[in-house]
């Protein structure tokens, strides 16, 4: 019986016009520009700007990894200026579903909602492993986040 997906949302407020955060996530290269410590994107594959139906393949690299993985993600919905949502065709994760939702807060101020659905892979096995793996979710969002907030804020 698989286990119930995990929801983690976590959300940001940026010193940047809403529709400045929102192109800077139709572009997957700068994945790299904000991905977390001991994570690195060797390769991205896809067209720019992300549209509904795009296939975009990621490799990374995270320590202690010695290969990269590679993540393969179909555009699900693309909403200018409010949302993308991707969904994993491949990953290490059973289900893996992220909606990015950004909301203008004023003229130059925006919050960005990362909403990720995700199930791990070994059932049960995989399930005791599930808050390790929220926590390490946790911390990578944060940090992309944090990147995020200085890169668009400088």
């Known amino acids: 019986m ?9 959300s940001v407020e940026i010193a940047a016009p809403v529709e400045a955060v929102f192109e800077f996530h139709l572009d ?11 994570t690195r994107v060797v390769s991205v594959e896809g ?15 995270a320590r202690p990894l010695p290969v990269a993985v590679a ?3 179909r555009i699900e919905s693309v909403e200018p200026g409010r949302r993308i949502v991707d969904v994993a065709e ?7 579903r992220h909606e990015h939702i950004f909301r203008a807060l ?11 659905t995700y199930r791990l892979r070994g059932g049960r096995l995989g399930a005791l492993a599930g ?12 940090e992309r986040h944090r990147r995020t907030r200085e890169l668009l804020e400088a």
């Open 2 to 10: 698989p286990t119930r997906p995990a929801v983690l949302e976590r």
């Open 28 to 38: 997957p290269r700068n994945a790299a520009l904000i991905a977390p410590a001991g």
């Open 47 to 61: 067209a720019v700007p992300l549209e509904a139906g795009h296939v975009v393949t990621l490799r990374m690299s």
């Open 71 to 73: 993540w393969t993600v």
């Open 90 to 96: 491949r990953s290490p994760f059973a289900l893996w």
């Open 106 to 116: 004023g003229p130059d101020r925006a919050l960005l909602t990362d909403r990720v």
């Open 131 to 142: 808050r390790l793996v929220g926590r390490r979710l946790e911390a990578a969002f944060s």
